[in-house]
């Protein structure tokens, strides 16, 4: 639990070019994958509370990082998705964390490197499943 702590810690730690605080990089990163969303179907793909993402997304909206734009199905309400200048800040973002835990991993084995992929993938799974289970009693 220690490690994985201090594993979080460091991932989320800020660089120094970061344009973008890391707990803004889910949303950002879901919207990229994903499209528009309505805030409501963006706050249920984040496991978030919806009053939660809606001040993450003014935040992000008021630096340019998102767009709004009228739902098409509903004129009522709205969509976001990310700017150009928010896939910018969010594939920098990307490209330092990658390239630091490139330079950690760069002595490990390929047979190193694909058992910790490996690992890392089912623990998720596992966790994930573990989530649902509790959810569903």
């Known amino acids: 639990m220690t490690a994985m702590m201090s594993l979080g810690r460091r991932l989320r ?29 963006l706050a249920t793909r984040l496991e978030l509370d919806a009053s939660t993402v ?25 969509r976001v998705t990310v700017s150009e200048r928010g896939k910018a800040c969010l594939e920098e973002a990307a490209r330092t964390r990658r390239a630091m835990i490139a330079s950690v991993l760069d002595h490990w084995s390929d047979d190193d490197r694909e058992q910790l992929r490996v690992l890392l993938t089912r ?4 966790l994930s499943s573990s989530q649902s289970l509790r959810e569903n009693t």
């Open 54 to 78: 809606s001040r993450h997304v003014r935040h992000l909206e008021d630096r340019g990082l998102l767009v709004r734009a009228d739902d098409p199905e509903d004129r009522r309400a709205s």
């Open 13 to 41: 730690q800020r660089f120094a070019d970061d344009q973008i605080d890391f707990s803004s990089l889910p949303l950002l990163k879901t919207l990229q994958c994903e499209g528009p969303l309505r805030l409501s179907v």
């Open 123 to 126: 623990f998720q799974g596992d």
